[in-house]
C-alpha cells in the first residue's frame, strides 16, 4: 500500500523502531535488526518489515518470510533519511 | 564573511586547503549517507563517490574564481568553500552565491550517491547471501559440525519443543538414503535462527562448527580486505614513483605555474608580485629553467588578451633575468620573437625593450630600427622586415 501524495504514513511502533534501526546502519541484515531492537519472534520483524516495504519507506533485500526474514538486508536511500527520520 | 580581509596566499596552498578540506566533509558524507555498511571503505564505489564529493569543491573554487566571485588566492574563500561546498551548492549560503546552472548540478549528485547506496545494498546483499550459502554448505557437509549447530540452537531456542519437531518432521520426510539432504535442510532451518546472536561466527568457529578456512576467508573477509589493502598498497607505490620521477624536474612544473600566475586574468597584485619573485630565482638558479622561462614570457607576451600591466611585467622579468654572471643570450631572441604580437601597443613596447636593452648591452644603435615605430596599419611584409632586421643586429652579438 503505497502512502497518498502529501500525507505522512502512519507507522506503529515496531516499525518505527524497525525503521530507526535501518536509518542508524543504513544497510542491515534483518538478523542484526532482531538483536539490536530486541525482537525474538521473526513474525514481528516480518510485520513491521512488510509495512515498511509496502509503503516503499526501506529498500529490501532478499524474501520476507518468515524462516527466510533474517537473512534479508535492508537499506535506506540517503536523499530520503531527512524524510524517514521525521516519520520515526 | 567579507571574504576581501583574508589573507592572500599562493595559489597551491589555496587548492591544497580545499582539497584536504572537501576530502574531510567528502569522507563525513560517506559515512553519513553510507556509515552503517560493514567494510564501507573496502567498495569500489563508495571510493567514487568520495572522489566525487572531494572533486566538486575543487571545481566550484576554480569555477568561482573563473566568474570573479573569489580569487584562487584567498586563504578565507578556500576554507569557506572548502567545508561548505553543498550549502553554497545549494543556495544556503549567503556569503557566496554560484550561478543557477551549477546549483542545478548538484540535485543529479545527490541521485547519483542514491545510486551508489542501492549499487552497494545490492552488492553487501549479494556477498551475504554468498557467505550464507558457504556456512550452510560448510556445516552440513559434516555430521558432527550439524550437530553442535543444533545444540547450539536448541539450547538457544525460545520454543525447544517446537523447533525439535519441525527438525524431526524434517528428517522424517527425507529419503532415508540421502542424510547429506536433510542435514542440508535442517541446516537452512537452523542457521537464520542463529544469526540474532551477536557475533555468531566467532561463536560458531569456537563450537567447531565451522573451519578455521572458512571464518577467516568467508565470515571475516580477510582475502577481501588484504586485496583491497593490496590495491591501496599498489596505489601508494606509483603515487611515491610519480613523485620520485617529477622531482627532478620541479623546477620546470613550478616555473610552468608561475608563467600561468603571470598571466592569469583576475590574480591580485600580491599573487603576481609573488609569481615574480619566485620566476626571478628560478631564471637565476637554474640555467635551464632560464632558457624554458624566456621562452615561455615572451610567448606569454604575445597572447592576445593579456592585459598591459601584465606585458610590462613579462618584459621586466626578462630584462632582470640576465642579473646573472653568465648573463640571459635568449633574451633578445625570444623578445624578437615577440614583436610578431597582434597587438600594436605589445608591439611598442616590445621595441622599447629591444632598444634599452641594446642600450644596457652597451650596443651601438641601428637608425632605421632606432626610429621605427610599430603602427596599427603596418603591412604584414614590413612587419617581417622589421623583425628579421632585429635578428640580423643581434647576430653574433653578447649580451
Request: charged share 25%; proline share 5%; with cysteine.
Amino acid at each position: 500500500m503505497a502512502t497518498n501524495p502529501g500525507q505522512a504514513p502512519q507507522l506503529d511502533e515496531a516499525a518505527k523502531l524497525v525503521l530507526q534501526i535501518i536509518l542508524d546502519n543504513t544497510i542491515v541484515r534483518g538478523a542484526n535488526i532482531m538483536s539490536l531492537a530486541s525482537i525474538s519472534d521473526p513474525k514481528v520483524l516480518l510485520k513491521a518489515a512488510k509495512e515498511l516495504a509496502g509503503q516503499k519507506l526501506i529498500e529490501v533485500n532478499g524474501e520476507l518470510t518468515e524462516e527466510r526474514v533474517p537473512l534479508a538486508t535492508f537499506s535506506t536511500l540517503p536523499s530520503r533519511k531527512f524524510y524517514l527520520r521525521e516519520l520515526t | 564573511m567579507d571574504l576581501g580581509v583574508s589573507p592572500d596566499i599562493d595559489a597551491v596552498w589555496c587548492y591544497g586547503f580545499v582539497s584536504v578540506l572537501g576530502a574531510w566533509v567528502g569522507a563525513r558524507q560517506i559515512r553519513g549517507r553510507l556509515g552503517g555498511i560493514k567494510g564501507i571503505w573496502f567498495q569500489r564505489r563508495a571510493w567514487f563517490l568520495f572522489i566525487a564529493y572531494t572533486a566538486v569543491p575543487i571545481v566550484l573554487f576554480w569555477l568561482l574564481d573563473r566568474t570573479g566571485a573569489v580569487t584562487d588566492t584567498s586563504l578565507f574563500a578556500a576554507v569557506l568553500i572548502g567545508l561548505g561546498y553543498e550549502r553554497i551548492l545549494s543556495g544556503q549560503d549567503d556569503a557566496l552565491r554560484v550561478p543557477g546552472p551549477v546549483s542545478s548540478f548538484w540535485t543529479p549528485f545527490l541521485a547519483y550517491a542514491d545510486t551508489v547506496t542501492r549499487a552497494v545494498a545490492d552488492q553487501t546483499a549479494r556477498d551475504q547471501t554468498r557467505l550464507d550459502e558457504e556456512l550452510i554448505a560448510t556445516i552440513a557437509a559434516k555430521p558432527e559440525r550439524y550437530a553442535a549447530l543444533e545444540a547450539l540452537a536448541l539450547s538457544r531456542a525460545l520454543d525447544r519443543p517446537a523447533l525439535q519437531a519441525r527438525l524431526d518432521q524434517i528428517a522424517a520426510g527425507a529419503n532415508p538414503a540421502d542424510e547429506a539432504d536433510a542435514r542440508d535442510r535442517k541446516t537452512r532451518l537452523l542457521y537464520p535462527l542463529l544469526l540474532v546472536i551477536p557475533d555468531i561466527n566467532d561463536l560458531m568457529y569456537r563450537r567447531g562448527i565451522i573451519t578455521g578456512w572458512v571464518y577467516w576467508v568467508w565470515a571475516r573477509r580477510v582475502n577481501r580486505y588484504s586485496r583491497s589493502l593490496g590495491v591501496v598498497a599498489i596505489l601508494l607505490a606509483a603515487l611515491v614513483a610519480g613523485a620520485w620521477e617529477l622531482y627532478p624536474s620541479r623546477n620546470v612544473v613550478a616555473e610552468t605555474y608561475y608563467v600561468w600566475r603571470l598571466g592569469k586574468a583576475n590574480s591580485t597584485e600580491l599573487d603576481r608580485f609573488r609569481a615574480r619573485l619566485h620566476l626571478v630565482w628560478l631564471m637565476q638558479d637554474d640555467p635551464s629553467v632560464r632558457t624554458r622561462a624566456t621562452e615561455d614570457l615572451a610567448r606569454l607576451v604575445r597572447r592576445p588578451d593579456l592585459a598591459m600591466d601584465r606585458v610590462e611585467l613579462a618584459l621586466q622579468l626578462l630584462l632582470e633575468s640576465r642579473e646573472v654572471p653568465d648573463g640571459n643570450t635568449e633574451v633578445p631572441k625570444q623578445l624578437v620573437q615577440a614583436l610578431r604580437a597582434g597587438s600594436v601597443d605589445v608591439r611598442d613596447h616590445v621595441q622599447q625593450v629591444l632598444k634599452s636593452l641594446a642600450g644596457l648591452c652597451k650596443l651601438p644603435a641601428d637608425d632605421a630600427l632606432w626610429q621605427w615605430k610599430p603602427a596599427e596599419d603596418e603591412a604584414t611584409g614590413q612587419l617581417e622586415t622589421r623583425i628579421q632586421q632585429w635578428e640580423a643586429y643581434w647576430n653574433g652579438k653578447t649580451c
